[in-house]
Every structure is written in structure tokens, then in C-alpha cells.
């Protein structure tokens, strides 16, 4: 077994001890267990210290400004590239919903997604392809879910479904048979805006001609012209553990992409 073998095979384990705050909790947890040495009290003022850095919007903005590189999607960019469908990656599920019966039901990222992809549909009149499979044993296919939503909520019927895909890479290989299939050669790829250089990253791979509409930018926080945070920046709250979490999880994404390549 190789490495990237052995990493897909841990890959639920990693994105479970990686999410934050969990990370810096088994760090306090290490400290606590060490206090009287000096490294198991430098543990728990690290962990003290990441977790402050995990939740002011100024981390949250020096870390969307390094991956949110690719700009909103232009009425001039549309008409020059001339897409014929829409690609939609989704970004999750959440199962064992009581409101469901126990069904599955998109999470909160493949809602948004959907959501941006429909108003897109609507702009352009652009058919929508949605793609992702069952990541994690035990879950339903996100582009079924996707597509039922789509279709429950905002009314709208894909024309396609790729259901096989577990990864970014692989949303783009196993669409673009179904691309060809349709007749199409261009299609612009909707995903949030951290994520999107990995998608354009992972479309080129692939060998799919597309472009990028990303929405939900993360570094939007108002800054100065000299570019130093204002003392809003530097104050604590927990729904910015969570943007921390995703920007954090794409970065190891784009890593992950690296060494898959």
C-alpha cells in the first residue's frame, strides 16, 4: 500500500481529528497531561492561542485572501466563453434527519451551492449537471441529494447526474464522459470560492474546458488601505471557528491534490 493509498484509507480518521477545534483541544489535553514540564505548558497556552486565532475575522481574511483567488463571474466573461451547462459540485450531506423519516438531506455548503447554481440557471437559462458521490461509508450521494432538492425546492431538473465521484478531481472526471455525452464542451463550474481553484485545478486535469463562478467569499471583512485589520478584526466569535475549519480544510484539499497528482 502506497501513501496516497494509505492516506485515502485514514481519510476519514484525518478529517475527524483535523476539524476544528478538535486539534487544539487534544493539544490542551496533552499539556494538561504534561503540566509540570515546561512543554505541557507551552501545550496549553499553544492551544489557548490557536483557538483565539481560529475565531477573530482576521484570520479568517488573511487565509481567504490566499485561496478566494479567483474572481465573481462577469456578464462579459459569460458571453465570451459562451458555456453551455452549468456544473454543480456539491459539498455534503447530513443523514438521520427525524424531520425526514431518517432520510438524508443536503448540508448547509451543498445548499448554498444548489442555490447559487439555480439563480445561475435562471440568469442563463443553463442546464444544470450536478456531481458527487458517497464520500464517507454509510452515506447517501450528494448529486442525488442535490438533485432532489433542486428539484423539491427551487423547482428546477437537472439534466444530468454524476454519482460516483468521492473528491474534487474525480467530480470533474467522472463528468466530463457525461459533458461529452450531452455535446457540450464548455461548462462553467459553481463551488465556493475557497474551493473553486481546486476545481479549475482539478477541470484541467480532467481535460473539461470550464470556468469558474464562485459565490460566498470569506475575506470580506473591511481592512484599511494599509491593508492592517481594524480592532474588529481582533475580536473572538465561534461562527468564525467554522469559515477557520473550511479555508483550513481546502488548504490540506490543495495538498492532498498535489501529492494525488
Do not use: C
Not at 439534466?159 to 457525461?178: C, G
Not at 471557528?241 to 498535489?258: K, N, P, V
Request: neutral net charge.
Amino acid at each position: 500500500m502506497d501513501l496516497v493509498e494509505l492516506l485515502k484509507a485514514i481519510k476519514p480518521l484525518l478529517k475527524l481529528m483535523l476539524e476544528l477545534p478538535v486539534p487544539f483541544l487534544l493539544l490542551g489535553l496533552f499539556g494538561v497531561f504534561f503540566y509540570k514540564h515546561w512543554i505541557g505548558k507551552l501545550s496549553i497556552i499553544s492551544s489557548l492561542a490557536l483557538l483565539y486565532a481560529s475565531s477573530i475575522p482576521a484570520t479568517v481574511q488573511w487565509l481567504g485572501e490566499k485561496l478566494e483567488t479567483i474572481t465573481p463571474l462577469t456578464n462579459e466573461q459569460l458571453s465570451d466563453f459562451k458555456p453551455q451547462a452549468i456544473l454543480l459540485l456539491t459539498g455534503g450531506n447530513t443523514g438521520s434527519n427525524p424531520e425526514l423519516n431518517g432520510a438524508a438531506r443536503v448540508n448547509a455548503a451543498t445548499m448554498q451551492r444548489a442555490s447559487y447554481a439555480a439563480r445561475l440557471h435562471r440568469e442563463t437559462g443553463l442546464p444544470i449537471i450536478v456531481t458527487g458521490g458517497v464520500v464517507y461509508k454509510g452515506q447517501t450521494h450528494e448529486a442525488r441529494s442535490a438533485a432532489r432538492w433542486l428539484l423539491d425546492v427551487v423547482g428546477i431538473q437537472p439534466i444530468a447526474i454524476e454519482d460516483r465521484a468521492t473528491n474534487t478531481l474525480e467530480n470533474l472526471q467522472f463528468s466530463k464522459p457525461i459533458i461529452e455525452r450531452l455535446g457540450y464542451q464548455r461548462v462553467v463550474i459553481v463551488t465556493h470560492a475557497y474551493h473553486m481553484p481546486r476545481a479549475l485545478q482539478s477541470a484541467e486535469s480532467a481535460g473539461v474546458n470550464a470556468i469558474g463562478a464562485p459565490f460566498g467569499y470569506l475575506a470580506r471583512y473591511p481592512f484599511p488601505n494599509d491593508h492592517l485589520p481594524t480592532w474588529k478584526a481582533f475580536v473572538p466569535e465561534s461562527v468564525h471557528i467554522s469559515s477557520t475549519d473550511a479555508l483550513l480544510h481546502e488548504w490540506i484539499g490543495q495538498w492532498w491534490y498535489q501529492l494525488s497528482q
